[in-house]
């Protein structure tokens, strides 16, 4: 008797667990979903697809028109092609027009990215790695400063700064543009706490521990682990820098330094003007070539945002 009874329970339990697991799948099966396969929202699908919607359709438009001439502009369906593909022309019109001048705001948007983009996203580097990693006294103020001009926006600080440029004799140069730009309290805020989960301490340690200087532990080390961030940053930097209307507007009197911002609006209020009309295909045609470095720049830097992302997500 005492031999039998732990033989005769395994097999009287087992085929009660087995049909207990496959009555739950079936029941699953007959609810109208799979167990391994999660719940689709409709609402959410539908939600999403009308913002994709609201993003693509202001731009297809855009890309439409742009392949159109002067004439059929105003006599076909916006969001459909005209009698003729005109969009070769209209670049070579756009680059030719008033001497190239939108060759020169182009070059002009440029200098202000490299120089202030870059600049911005290279302090933001330095000195959020230097506020994740260094203690020093004050650094709860610096913390303070910070997440108050994260909240601060640019344009109240745009006339104050023209006041304070005005009396040094800056305005109406590229400096009253690039210097502004150089200063991006989201990008420090977001290296700052980037940094601090990116980069152990054990190992800024250990390469102390065997001699390395400071500026080898951060260009060697620490700069790899820092690439998503970096790269981060100067994508936001870089389309704020791009984008950038306001300052520009009341820095800038010459024509010559202006960006492409504010040259389409100068083209804009030509074109709306009695005889102006004949360059509405050209604000139209500038818009599309102003917003293909921005794609063209979110599509190369994004494999390297997504690499360094899964780097080290790996046990090897």
């Known amino acids: 008797m005492t031999t039998a009874t732990p033989t005769t329970t395994p097999r009287s339990s087992a085929p009660r667990l087995r049909s207990t697991r496959g009555g739950s799948k079936d029941r699953a099966r007959t609810r109208g979903h799979s167990v391994d396969r999660p719940r689709r929202s409709v609402l959410l699908t539908v939600l999403t697809a009308l913002v994709l919607l609201y993003a693509l359709v202001p731009l297809a438009w855009l890309v439409i028109n742009a392949t159109k001439t002067q004439g059929d502009l105003f006599s076909s369906f916006g969001l459909w092609f005209g009698d003729s593909f005109a969009l070769l ?64 926006p640019g344009t109240a600080l745009a006339v104050p700064t023209f006041l304070m440029f005005s009396q040094m004799g800056l305005t109406n140069t590229p400096w009253s543009v690039i210097i502004p730009s150089l200063i991006s309290p989201f990008g420090l805020y977001l290296m700052w706490t980037f940094a601090a989960e990116a980069i152990p301490t054990e190992l800024l340690e250990a390469a102390r521990m065997d001699g390395a200087s400071e500026a080898r532990t951060f260009g060697q080390i620490c700069l790899p682990l820092l690439a998503p961030g970096i790269v981060t940053v100067l994508l936001f930097t870089m389309v704020a820098t791009w984008n950038n209307y306001f300052l520009p507007l009341i820095m800038l009197k010459d024509p010559d330094w202006y960006p492409l911002t504010l040259g389409l609006n100068a083209w804009n209020a030509q074109a709306a003007t009695a005889g102006g009309e004949a360059i509405f295909h050209l604000v139209i045609t500038g818009s599309v070539l102003t917003i293909v470095p921005l794609v063209v720049a979110f599509l190369f830097l994004q494999r390297y945002w997504q690499s360094g992302l899964a780097a080290g997500s790996v046990k090897e």
């Not at 580097?125 to 203690?135: D, H, N, Q, R, T």
Request: no cysteine; net charge positive.
């Open 89 to 152: 022309s209209n670049i070579g019109q756009t680059l030719t027009y008033d001497d190239g001048i939108f060759v020169r705001w182009f070059a002009n948007t440029l200098l202000y990215v490299v120089l202030g983009a870059g600049g911005a996203t290279a302090l933001a580097v330095l000195g959020g790695y230097g506020l994740a990693k260094f203690s020093f006294p004050g650094k709860r103020a610096v913390f303070a400063v910070v997440i108050g001009a994260v909240a601060v």
